[in-house]
Structures are given as structure tokens and as C-alpha cells.
């Protein structure tokens, strides 16, 4: 019950055009990423005004890649 509840969370944030799954325990506002690094594990979003980093997951990164380079 509880996973149905936050699986229509995820669902409603990520219908703005900003919010975006990139794992599946991360979502993200993609206007405050600060850069993308690359790592052997595959892809991190480094945020603003912040030192964390966020994993994307091989599932979400062709999105997320398209996404940040053509925002629109």
C-alpha cells in the first residue's frame, strides 16, 4: 500500500517539466543541477548550493542526459 502511495508521488512531481526520476530513490529538480560528472560507476548530478551528489541509474541516464542538454 505504502509503494502504490509514493509510486503516485513520483508520478505527480514528475509531471513537471523539471522533476525527473533518476534513480530509484532519487528525484530531481534538473534546473538546480550544477554539472554532471561521470564516474566508473556510471553518471552523478552535482547540485547547487551543495557539495552532494545524486546517482543515476543506467535505466534513467539517456533521459536524463537529453534532458539537460535540451531543457526546453
Same mark, same amino acid.
Given at each position: #500500500? +505504502?509503494?502504490?502511495? #509514493?509510486?503516485?508521488? $513520483?508520478? !505527480? =512531481?514528475?509531471?513537471?517539466?523539471?522533476? #525527473?526520476?533518476?534513480? @530509484? $530513490?532519487?528525484?530531481?529538480? =534538473? %534546473? =538546480?543541477?550544477?554539472?554532471?560528472?561521470? @564516474?566508473?560507476?556510471? #553518471? $552523478?548530478?552535482?547540485?547547487?548550493? !551543495?557539495?552532494? !551528489?545524486?546517482?543515476?541509474?543506467?535505466?534513467? $541516464?539517456? !533521459? +536524463?542526459?537529453? @534532458?539537460?542538454?535540451?531543457? %526546453?
Amino acid at each position: #500500500m +505504502i509503494r502504490n502511495s #509514493m509510486k503516485n508521488v $513520483a508520478d !505527480t =512531481l514528475c509531471r513537471q517539466p523539471a522533476i #525527473m526520476q533518476c534513480h @530509484r $530513490a532519487f528525484i530531481v529538480n =534538473l %534546473g =538546480l543541477v550544477d554539472h554532471v560528472e561521470g @564516474r566508473s560507476s556510471g #553518471m $552523478a548530478l552535482v547540485m547547487q548550493h !551543495t557539495d552532494q !551528489t545524486v546517482p543515476v541509474s543506467k535505466q534513467y $541516464a539517456p !533521459t +536524463i542526459k537529453e @534532458r539537460i542538454k535540451n531543457p %526546453g
